[in-house]
């Protein structure tokens, strides 16, 4: 089982980002993914969930409107487009999958909200 994340990188405030994370080794569209992050010094934070359908989503207070999750279960993927980024978005971003009891984590990418 992998999830591999990609996308994270250095921005502006106001910037975009999209992150990726890619998924093998599991039945992905049985899963529900979310994205978490970890900003150093903070607990782990549920940012975003998508169902497996991709019909359900749900975000936390702190991004709505400026993020967006999605999914694309022939690709094994899911997203999360973020835009009108602050420095406090500042962290580590996770890909997360659970289906009952079976819950996979990836390693994470960085995410950097600086002028």
């Known amino acids: 089982v992998q999830l591999v994340e990609s996308g994270g990188g250095l921005v502006q405030p106001g910037g975009s980002l999209r992150l990726s994370c890619a998924a093998s080794?599991?039945?992905?569209?049985?899963?529900?993914m979310s994205w978490y992050r970890q900003a150093p010094g903070k607990e782990r934070e549920l940012v975003a969930t998508?169902?497996?359908?991709?019909?359900?989503?749900n975000y936390a207070d702190s991004v709505k409107g400026r993020f967006t999750i999605s999914r694309d279960n022939a690709k094994n993927t899911v997203y999360l487009q973020m835009n009108s980024l602050k420095p406090e978005d500042t962290a580590v971003y996770l890909c997360?999958?659970?289906?009952?009891?079976?819950?996979?984590w990836g390693q994470g990418t960085q995410v950097t909200v600086s002028s």
């Open positions: 997360y999958a659970r289906w009952g009891v079976n819950v996979y």
């Open positions: 080794g599991f039945t992905f569209s049985y899963y529900g």
């Open positions: 998508i169902v497996g359908t991709g019909r359900t989503t």
